[in-house]
């Protein structure tokens, strides 16, 4: 009993121990909770990215007011190191730089995303230069982009290695605060000196990996425990992939008699804060016009027979050396997939099209010395240009000298020469002046609302960007009816539907949790998808052994499913079990609850389930099947796992009153032991007690 209460005694002291320490810290540090870290990131040669050390980074905030200001941070401060707060017209490749040649007087950056600069690319002027069609083998004098450097804005800045941290702030108030503590204790006036306290910055970003992809993979197989640690994962995730005339899905390989278009757009894009990614013109801008395309022309083709089949194919991981299309030939290669390469009669893909009311979009076609399909490229190009009929552009076709850009229809053309085309709004280098960078949002593919709409009417306005991308994707569903065998007769009957284009542009770049994706998305599945009211995430993310898609990828699938699928009168519980009826088949068709409308004066939505085509399909490198993690033919990204990602502010002591209160410190607990060990040497004369006699009375 005794013991018990020892025991309980000993738990309340530590519990109040702890929340003092708590107390303590919560007055001590001004922690930020919305910030976005640059992460490690590693492939078959190196790595990039940043990191803290293991404990963290501390330095006295500096902000950086133009790029003249770097002298104090860099050498004549006289408090090094340096947290290095600067708004993003400073974060320029040669700023960054400077701060990471003198990294012993920087600790980390903090940029605060503003305005947008005139131009501004993290990326390479050559993506993907070492993993598309044109190599030192073939065509060499294509390849590194030596006839056209597509992105010559690209300063290389996400592709660098910073041993320092660098962090993004995402919340106004939070930045307020950070310079209203440097403006009150670490500004110099006049040159004079600073006063202590100063204000601090500590940002934990400890990487676990290191050197490159066999490294870190190694190291994470050698984990014998029961809980193993990953020091990285894969970058992967999953393709969405809808055939107009669905195939059986355990059916793999080689289909007699069968001939399939592909249309194809990416999902992803990358900034150098990976989070950060929006790729409205990059990515977004393909993959919605090629959603419209579909509605379009799964509304046609139940009317109208064709001889050929459709894929539509929305590839995931291409910023990182192709993986959602790499994954796909080599799936078809080795008869994994569906349909394999032979079946595969011509590719169709879109890739950036940020447009215009009077819009030029660019084609690219293969045809080489590998190839006999010039005839079958010319057909595609002239269905194309017939496509345009009533519609306010035209297909201008470039000159044969012309290699292709960046896109996964290469991939395809490093395994067989397929005839295809590439849509684009550029003729020679990007157009994109923020190609992959986080000023490559909403704002950048011109959607602009009125100010006085609220956020549903925002959603119904049809704005510029939309209507052109709506005439878009009308030729492109024309085009690919007449691909498909279709009957020309039908093809001006083929339109896109702009208040469609216009939603999916709001919710893909201002608002995913709106009313429209709530009523198309799932209660069960997706509902994390609109749990933020800001654009989803563009970045691939990592593949996962829980084989969980992110949420970009369930908000395509979901939309595609609507789309271009067929509402059910299926209940909840046989749309999770459809097998069970007669007339239903999950070897052929997917099938997803979905929330439906509220209707007026009711409170409870109309769900209902979709039957539909669309299918998630792995987009992760085959070279980590392989377990070749120095392919030079696949992708091998990986990104490196840590611990806990921190940022706080606080104020800090001079160093002489440190150092003093070290000493004080020292000081008491060399006196408390001395006093102790007297003490214990004199404890029988100092509490020694006189023994009364026995018959001592009370």
């Known amino acids: ?150 992105n010559p804005r690209g300063n290389g800045l996400s592709y660098e290695e910073f041993d320092f941290p660098v962090f993004s702030l995402k919340e106004d108030n939070e930045t307020e605060v950070i310079k209203q503590c440097y403006f009150d204790h670490n500004r110099v006036v006049n040159g004079s000196g600073l006063q202590y306290p100063l204000c601090a910055m500590q940002l934990f970003s400890h990487m676990h990996a290191v050197t490159d992809t066999a490294t870190c993979m190694r190291r994470s197989s050698m984990d014998f425990s029961t809980s193993p640690v990953m020091v990285c994962d894969p970058l992967g995730g999953y393709n969405v992939c809808a055939f107009i005339r669905p195939y059986n899905s355990t059916a793999f390989g080689h289909k007699e008699n069968e001939s399939v278009v592909i249309a194809a757009a990416r999902l992803d894009s990358k900034a150098f804060f990976l989070e950060d990614s929006t790729g409205a013109e990059g990515s977004v801008s393909g993959f919605v016009t090629l959603l419209a395309a579909a509605q379009a022309l799964c509304e046609a083709t139940q009317e109208a027979p ?122 020679t280098d990007f157009n994109n002046r923020y190609y992959e960078s986080f000023y490559d949002n909403a704002a950048h593919l011109n959607l602009t609302y009125p100010s006085n709409l609220s956020p549903e009417e925002q959603l119904e306005f049809v704005t510029d960007t939309a209507k052109s991308l709506t005439e878009v994707a009308t030729a492109v569903a024309r085009t690919l009816f007449k691909q498909a065998g279709g009957n020309n007769s039908q093809v001006n009957k083929i339109n896109a539907d702009p208040k469609t284009v216009t939603q999916m542009l709001y919710g893909f770049l201002v608002r995913s949790n709106n009313s429209w994706f709530q009523v198309l998305g799932s209660s069960l599945r997706c509902v994390f998808c609109l749990s933020e009211p800001n654009p989803p995430q563009y970045y691939v993310g990592v593949a996962k052994s829980s084989h969980q898609a992110n949420a970009l990828t369930y908000l395509v699938q979901y939309l595609l499913a609507n789309l271009t699928g067929t509402a059910t009168n299926l209940t909840q519980s046989q749309c999770k079990k459809p097998d069970e009826l007669p007339n239903e088949s999950t070897y052929l068709y997917s099938y997803l609850w979905v929330q439906g409308m509220v209707p007026p004066n009711s409170t409870q939505r109309e769900s209902f389930c979709v039957r539909t085509a669309v299918r998630l399909v792995k987009a992760v490198s085959p070279a980590f099947d392989l377990g070749d993690y120095v392919s030079k033919e696949y992708s091998t990204w990986t990104k490196s796992q840590w611990k806990f990602i921190k ?52």
């Open 647 to 698: 940022a706080r502010i606080f104020l800090v002591a001079s160093r002489d009153l440190e150092m003093l209160t070290l000493g004080v410190g020292v000081a008491v607990l060399f006196t408390s032991l001395l006093v102790t060990y007297f003490v214990s040497t004199k404890a029988d004369v100092l509490f020694s007690s006189v023994r009364e006699p026995n018959n001592a009375a009370y």
């Open 306 to 427: 064709r001889t050929r089949n459709i894929l539509f194919a929305f590839f995931h991981g291409e910023v990182f050396d192709y993986i959602g299309s790499s994954r796909m030939v080599y799936d078809m290669k080795n008869n994994m997939f569906v349909i394999d390469l032979d079946n595969v009669h011509s590719i169709l893909e879109i890739g950036q099209v940020k447009t215009c009311i009077s819009i030029n979009v660019w084609t690219y076609k293969c045809m080489d010395i590998r190839s006999n399909n010039n005839e079958s490229v010319t057909n595609l190009v002239k269905n194309l240009q017939s496509s345009t009929a009533g519609l306010n552009f035209s297909f201008v076709e470039t000159d044969f000298s012309q290699p292709l850009p960046p896109s996964s229809f290469q991939r395809f053309l490093r395994a067989r020469a397929i005839p295809g085309i590439v849509l684009a709004d550029h003729q």
């Open 1 to 150: 009993m005794l013991i018990n209460r020892d025991v309980s005694k000993f738990v309340y002291i530590l519990f109040i121990y702890l929340l003092l320490c708590n107390s303590v810290a919560q007055k001590i540090y001004v922690e930020l909770n919305n910030t976005v870290p640059c992460v490690r990131l590693l492939n078959a040669t190196h790595q990039i990215g940043c990191q803290s050390s293991i404990s963290g980074d501390t330095g006295v905030i500096h902000v950086l007011e133009s790029e003249a200001d770097l002298e104090w941070p860099l050498s004549k401060g006289p408090n090094p190191p340096y947290m290095v707060l600067l708004e993003s017209s400073l974060f320029t490749k040669s700023i960054m730089m400077k701060m990471k040649n003198a990294s012993s007087r920087v600790a980390g950056v903090v940029v605060v995303p503003k305005t947008s600069p005139p131009e501004f690319s993290p990326h390479t002027t050559c993506p993907n230069e070492n993993t598309g069609v044109y190599t030192e083998t073939y065509d060499h004098n294509l390849a590194h982009c030596n006839t056209t450097v597509w």
